[in-house]
């Protein structure tokens, strides 16, 4: 996977320093991820697409399954035989079923969150399939993008630190 760095918070200030020169725009009704890649399924997100009514049966992929090393971390969510596509993805409106209750990998896609102690860098996946990639529309990964479109990941990640500091 090919990646590069876009943005760094701080996790206790909130401060960000990014990179003015990439800019993000997700297109709508594009789908190109959906039909691209494999994405992990937490059992967080299971649960709340259980919620919805699905049976995990439906949308989980038992036999895909993603590790780190030798740990098990998830299985992936189902494709649909006919097109490979993510078995949310409405096919004729390319627009996802369930987009309030995606999986974190979906909501979180194409930019990848790794935390440094105190800091989280934030890249981005360099993949030749997503237009939204410096698209001239797009924005910059700002503190204001960050904590618009990912504050509540944020917060999860700044609670876990101060939760290690004490």
């Known amino acids: 996977m090919k990646k590069r760095w876009v943005a760094t918070i701080d996790l206790e200030t909130f401060e960000v320093e990014h990179d003015p020169a990439f800019k993000f725009k997700c297109l709508e009704n594009c789908g190109r991820c959906c039909y691209e890649l494999e994405i992990p399924v937490r059992d967080e997100d ?35 035989p006919f097109d490979e596509a993510c078995v949310f993805l409405d096919p004729e409106t390319k ?11 979906c909501r979180l896609y194409p930019f990848v969150f790794v935390k440094h102690g105190k800091k989280m860098k934030i890249y981005v996946k360099l993949d030749s399939f997503c237009p939204g990639l410096n698209h001239p529309e797009g ?9 618009r479109e990912y504050g509540d990941v944020v917060e999860e990640y700044r609670r876990k630190v101060v939760n290690d500091l004490e």
Not at 70 to 76: C, G, T
Not at 139 to 147: D, G, Y
């Open 46 to 80: 299971i649960e709340r697409i259980e919620e919805l009514g699905y049976s995990a049966w439906e949308f989980v992929d038992y036999d895909k399954m993603f590790y780190r090393g030798d740990k098990f971390l998830s299985y992936a969510l189902k494709k649909r």
């Open 139 to 147: 924005e910059p990964v700002t503190k204001e993008f960050i904590l």
């Open 95 to 105: 627009r996802c079923r369930i987009y309030s209750h995606r999986p974190l990998a």
